[in-house]
């Protein structure tokens, strides 16, 4: 029964106990009246009783279907292209399946042909893959031939960590190699870029980095240092850029269940004399949520900052990490 039909039912019981009402007025057999009356308003209650929980039942049904309908989210990422780096594996990889999954398309660079050919083997019309060492110029030419006169809607920087180690343990060589690793060829294939998407006054410039930009990680200064450096290129590049419809921001992951956190827990396990499993168990113990993240997780997040929705947003360096940032502005 639909709410207009229970109204009108209600108003028609309404209608008689009035009648009756006035009836009672003009009649002498007043006892039999009022027991008339009283029969009615029993009636009534009972009916009011059913059509009220009736209408609670489908006011409660329709909002649960609508919040299942908001979660159906459209992000317009269909036909947009979007370079991906480091896409064999880990955040890369979620990411660049992600979007192809919104009916983006994905120019993905890594190392790995074999882990790249699985995804082209399963997008085979929306992603083309470049193998290769994104440190060498070379292989940023090849981005910029395979892109050639396209648009181009975004760009994900993202690869591997350097070594972990103490700042007193590490020596010039490490840190030459991990400036070359983290900083400098992002710096170089941004410069490239990103005037592309400020000619077409439209783009999403997006680096995943780590918690360690708001909050050093333990026995990881290479890491600690260099992707601070990103994040202040990254934050001044925003600035610059903004006015244009470009926007430019940071993902600050925490410890995800991913070949990215494999250093650690080996660190982890060889400091405290542990097992691979029981330092991912210490790792996850200290997480407020009680566990790593996932890759997929992080997708989601890098998805809706790469859409059209997320115009309003640039500049910022956001934590992904389960809550374990100590820090009011997190």
Not at 20 to 34: C, F, G, P, R, T
Not at 217 to 244: C, P, Q, W, Y
Not at 268 to 297: F, L
């Amino acid at each position: 029964m639909g709410t207009a039909l229970y109204i009108t039912i209600f108003l028609l019981i309404i209608t008689e106990i009035k009648r009756n009402s006035i009836l009672l007025e003009y009649d002498d057999n007043v006892y039999l009246h009022l027991l008339l009356d009283g029969v009615s308003v029993v009636r009534c209650c009972l009916t009011a009783y059913f059509l009220i929980s009736q209408f609670v039942e489908s006011f409660i049904l329709s909002v649960t279907t609508s919040k299942h309908k908001l979660t159906d989210m459209d992000l317009e990422l269909a036909n947009q292209r979007f370079v991906v780096c480091g896409a064999s594996g880990g955040f890369g990889r979620a990411i660049a399946e992600q979007l192809l999954e919104e009916g983006a398309k994905v120019i993905a660079i890594a190392r790995r042909q074999s882990k790249l050919n699985e995804l082209a083997r399963k997008y085979p019309q929306t992603m083309v893959c470049i193998t290769g060492d994104l440190q060498k110029a070379t292989v940023h030419n090849q981005i910029e031939h395979m892109i050639g006169s396209n648009p181009l809607h975004g760009i994900v920087f993202n690869a591997g960590g350097p070594p972990t180690g103490s700042a007193l343990s590490t020596t010039m060589k490490q840190w030459d190699k991990a400036y070359h690793l983290v900083l400098r060829w992002k710096i170089d294939l941004a410069l490239r870029l990103v005037p592309r998407l400020v000619s077409r006054k439209y783009g999403r410039v997006l680096f995943i980095e780590s918690q360690s930009v708001k909050q050093p990680v333990e026995d990881l200064v290479l890491s600690n240092a260099m992707r601070m450096a990103v994040v202040g290129f990254a934050k001044t590049l925003s600035h610059e850029i903004a006015s244009s419809g470009v926007t430019v921001n940071i993902i600050a992951p925490g410890s995800h269940d991913s070949p990215a956190i494999e250093r650690v827990v080996k660190s982890i396990a060889e400091r405290n004399k542990q097992s691979i499993s029981e330092a991912k168990e210490t790792i996850s113990k200290a997480i407020p949520v009680g566990r790593m993240g996932k890759p997929e997780e992080l997708a989601s997040l890098a998805a809706w900052i790469l859409s059209p929705h997320a115009g309003f947003v640039t500049g910022q360096t956001i934590s992904h990490d389960g809550g374990n940032i100590n820090f009011v502005f997190g």
